[in-house]
Nanobody
Framework: QVQLVESGGGLVQAGGSLRLSCAAS????????MGWFRQAPGKAREFVAA????????VYADSVKGRFTISRDNAKNTVYLQMNSLNSEDTAVYYC?????????????????WGQGTQVTVSS
């Protein structure tokens, strides 16, 4: 079993930055990819970014492209989400997820493991 634990959320002013971390533990961890999703109040969960666990391939939602950067540290079994130029529309609970198989990174149902989420609140 794989456990994912997010950290780094909090309250930040518009224009500020935060870095989220997601640490994995459990069985030998070697997913196909890791992703970040978010869910704002009253809205559906949406894709934010994803990264292959090997290689350099990354994918971003259009809404965060150029502002967010996903990265990983395989030795630490950790994936990061650097968020810059935050605005109120980025306010949400952010979840990390892991998938064992290829497929659309955008589809949350392809991810078999999820963290508990971390709250990000951007004040204007």
């Amino acid at each position: 079993q794989v456990q994912l634990v997010e950290s780094g959320g909090g309250l930040v002013q518009a224009g500020g930055s935060l870095r989220l971390s997601c640490a994995a533990s459990g069985r030998t961890f070697n997913p196909y990819a890791m992703g970040w999703f978010r869910q704002a109040p009253g809205k559906a969960r949406e894709f934010v970014a994803a990264i292959r666990w090997s290689g350099a391939s990354t994918v971003y939602a259009d809404s965060v492209k150029g502002r967010f950067t996903i990265s990983r540290d395989n030795a630490k079994n950790t994936v990061y989400l650097q968020m810059n130029s935050l605005n109120s529309e980025d306010t949400a609970v952010y979840y990390c997820a892991a998938r064992d198989y290829s497929g659309s990174y955008y589809n949350q149902y392809g991810y078999g493991y999820w963290g508990q989420g971390t709250q990000v609140t951007v004040s204007s």
